[in-house]
């Protein structure tokens, strides 16, 4: 039972570039969401999914993009990556409300 | 506004002392759920409890106690007798029924337990 799975765990980027983020879960969640973790500021809601083909604004959406074709899968694109992106990233799904979520590994990403 | 506290940035105690996390939360929610995660240096995010706002009993697991408190919008962790594996960040989130499908966390509390 692998829970939810985030590849790549590293990568380095150049300013500019863009790359995709990807998240799979085999829990069959409907709820899905993606989270940036900065020193001294906990985690951030980037964008979240209740369920395929919905998806949402967090708290700090600004240069991410998300879908959700499918239960499984949640990827999140960096449309033009910039240092202020430098970060770790977690993906989470969870069954419902008021459910304990299940967390990626993380992928730490620099940008350059 | 959906909002957590953690005014504690960083904890140091020496192993067998007990220590406590506070966490404050605020919401317009009269359902909603609390939880607690710890990171340890490793990285991950570990589940370690989960409130709702209708069961103020406080709870104890092994040297892990919680204390949730509505009047004072608080949900308190404690570890008793701590040990130098407990040294981790800890966080604590909010999830509200009604409003929003958002969870959202504290800064975290970096608790580093010396032997």
């Known amino acids: 039972n692998a829970g939810v799975t985030q590849t790549p765990k590293f990568q380095v980027l150049k300013t500019g570039q863009s790359m995709t983020l990807q998240c799979a879960q085999d829990?069959?969640?409907?709820?899905m969401s993606w989270y940036r973790q900065d020193p001294g500021m906990g985690l951030r809601l980037i964008h979240y999914?209740?369920?395929?083909?919905?998806?949402d604004q967090g708290e700090v959406p600004n240069g991410y993009n998300v879908s959700r074709s499918t239960t499984e899968d949640f990827p999140l694109r960096l449309l033009s990556a910039a240092p202020s992106q430098t970060s770790v990233y977690f993906c989470?799904?969870?069954?419902?409300?008021?459910?304990?979520?299940?967390f990626g590994d993380g992928t730490r990403l620099s940008i350059l | 506004a959906q909002k957590v506290t953690q005014a504690q940035t960083e904890i140091s105690v020496v192993e067998k002392e007990d220590v406590t996390l506070d966490c404050v939360y605020e919401?317009?929610?009269?359902?909603?759920?609390l939880f607690w995660y710890k990171q340890p240096p490793s990285g991950e995010l570990v589940f370690l409890i989960r409130?709702?706002?209708?069961?103020?009993q406080n709870e104890i697991s092994g040297r892990y106690s919680w204390n949730f408190q509505k009047s004072t919008s608080s949900f308190n962790f404690t570890i008793t007798a701590s040990q130098v594996v407990d040294s981790a960040v800890y966080f604590c989130a909010l999830s509200e029924a009604q409003y929003t499908d958002k969870l959202i966390f504290g800064t975290g509390t970096r608790l580093q337990v010396f032997p």
């Open positions: 919401t317009r929610d009269t359902t909603y759920y």
């Open positions: 999914s209740v369920g395929a083909g919905i998806t």
């Open positions: 829990m069959n969640h409907e709820y």
């Open positions: 989470a799904s969870f069954r419902d409300r008021g459910q304990p979520q299940h």
């Open positions: 409130r709702n706002s209708f069961d103020e």
